[in-house]
Each structure stands twice: as structure tokens, then as C-alpha cells.
């Protein structure tokens, strides 16, 4: 499992060959176990080799749900998140990890309103261990709609998604720094100087140098 998990990290071209041996390995040494049998489906690259692969799976005794949740992490690899929402839909419930990945998914594509979307069928927007790695969503989408320092079309709704995060988080909630440092990072990011300067002086910042040349920055940037 450890090596496919490799494999799955390292994008050579010969993956799915390598995998594919790895597995024809272990078969012939007695059974496999269902963890492998993800870890194998996690390395294929094509949508045609994953679904000859979910096959093999399922006729292996690997779990259906099991079997569909590795597939989106795969589909979201490939950048087919059309498919992974599809496959995320014929779960009942489905785990946070696997909604993530295709969160994840729509961010790398600047998809802010498929996101939200998402967020509000699953009940997430209030879901404490979600908020930071949305954050994280949120600044993947920034980078993806505008290069540092120039004006995207998309960024205010960016920066306004950040904000609403930001200020509906409780001042008890146990990620609370996280969330502040981020939605000020996006805010900056954004171009967005007065409304990072109210998070800014809100929380204290000017504590972290880092975040005061941040904010200089911005407004110099800014005119």
C-alpha cells in the first residue's frame, strides 16, 4: 500500500504500469487487501483505466462506498471534477475528505458558485473543521483567477467569500487564528487595502511584522 501510495505522489509516466505490476504481485502471492486495492485505483491517470479498475475492484471484494471514494480523489486528480461531483452525489453521506477533494477540485477551476453550492447541499459553511481548508479553496481560486497583483474580475467575490467566513467565525472557535490569518492573506491577495486594514486593526495584526509590510504592500499597490 505504501508503494502505490508513492506511486500516486510521483507522476511518472509508466504509473499505471507500475501499479498494475505491483498489483499483479501481490495476487500472485495470496489476497489483496481492500487498502491496496484504493491505493491502485488512487494511481490511475485516465477516466478509461479507473473504470476498468473500479471493476476489478468491486469484483475483488472491495467495498462499493470504499470503491466510489477513491475514485473522486482520482478523478480530481485528473481534473475531472464533473465526474467526481457525479460520483460524490450517489453517496448518502459522504466523508469530509472526499467533499474536499472536490472542493479542492472546483478551486483549481476558479468555480466560486459550484463551491458554494456545495458548501450549502452538505451543510459546511458552518462546520468548524472545514473553515481553514476553505480558506484554503478560496485563496487556490484567487491564484487561479488573477496573478499576484493584478485585478481579476473574480476577486472581489473571492475576497467577499473570505469575509463571510471570517465574520460569521466565532470568537470560541478552535481554528479561530487560522481562519483571521488566512482571510487577511486573501484580503491582501486581493488587493483589497481597507477591508484588510479592518482585519488588520480587528485582530491585532501588528503584532506579526509580516503581516504589517503585508499591508503596506497592498495600499502601495493600491496608490
Known amino acids: ?7 500516486d505522489r510521483h507522476d511518472d509516466d509508466g504509473i499505471e504500469e507500475h501499479s498494475d505490476k505491483i498489483l499483479q504481485i501481490l495476487r500472485e502471492h495470496g489476497s489483496v487487501d481492500t487498502s491496496v486495492l484504493l491505493a491502485w485505483l488512487w494511481c490511475s491517470r485516465s477516466v478509461k483505466t479507473l473504470e476498468k479498475r473500479i471493476q476489478s475492484a468491486t469484483a ?5 462506498s470504499a470503491v466510489t471514494i ?39 477551476q476558479g468555480s466560486l458558485t459550484e463551491m458554494t453550492q ?13 473553515l481553514p481548508t476553505l480558506l484554503d479553496c478560496v485563496a487556490a481560486m ?3 483567477a488573477a496573478p499576484a497583483g493584478s485585478a481579476g474580475p473574480k476577486i472581489p467575490s473571492h475576497a467577499l467569500l473570505a469575509l463571510s467566513i471570517y465574520n460569521t467565525t466565532p470568537a470560541t472557535h478552535p ?16 488587493n483589497v487595502p481597507l477591508k484588510a486594514q479592518e482585519v488588520y486593526n ?9 503581516k504589517t509590510a503585508k499591508l503596506i504592500n497592498v495600499f502601495k499597490k493600491a496608490g
Open 118 to 130: 456545495l458548501l450549502d447541499k452538505y451543510s459546511l459553511n458552518t462546520a468548524p473543521h472545514t
Open 202 to 210: 480587528k485582530e491585532a495584526l501588528s503584532r506579526d511584522e509580516s
Open 60 to 64: 475483488s471484494g472491495a467495498p462499493p
Open 70 to 108: 477513491a475514485s473522486i480523489k482520482a478523478l480530481v486528480k485528473m481534473g475531472e471534477i464533473t465526474k467526481a461531483q457525479q460520483q460524490l452525489s450517489t453517496l448518502p453521506n459522504p466523508p469530509y475528505p472526499s467533499i474536499h477533494h472536490v472542493l479542492k477540485g472546483l478551486a483549481s
Open 1 to 7: 500500500t505504501a508503494l502505490l501510495q508513492y506511486y
Open 175 to 190: 481554528y479561530r487564528n487560522s481562519i483571521v490569518a488566512k482571510t487577511f492573506d486573501i484580503l491582501c491577495a486581493a
Open 142 to 144: 484567487l491564484n487561479k
